[in-house]
């Protein structure tokens, strides 16, 4: 996932509908970075792979997003973790 550059990532493996929503709106509000865009899709692409999914969800990219931008989604509780 790290080597795969960020436009294969978001043409050719894409995740699954709509999972990106929130990582656009937080793109577009100036709270990520088109670079921290890719680096979100890749951390969701690993959570996706270790989660035994074909690709990423929505849980996959808020759990990325939570990691990257440090702002609380509830992603981890939702995924049976403690943040």
């Known amino acids: 996932n790290a080597e795969v550059p ?3 990532l978001r ?7 709509g999972a990106l929503a929130q990582a656009e709106r937080d793109l577009e509000r100036g709270l990520l970075t088109a ?3 890719d680096r979100v ?3 969701a692409w690993t ?3 270790l989660r035994g999914r074909d690709r990423p969800d929505a ?3 808020a759990v990325a997003l939570e990691l990257r931008t440090g702002i ?3 992603a ?3 995924m049976g973790t403690r943040s």
């Open 6 to 8: 960020g436009h294969e």
């Open 11 to 17: 043409t050719r493996w894409q995740a699954a509908p």
């Open 35 to 37: 670079r921290g865009l």
């Open 41 to 43: 899709l890749r951390v």
């Open 47 to 49: 959570v996706a792979d």
């Open 59 to 61: 849980l996959d990219v």
């Open 72 to 74: 609380a989604r509830g």
């Open 76 to 78: 981890a509780l939702a």
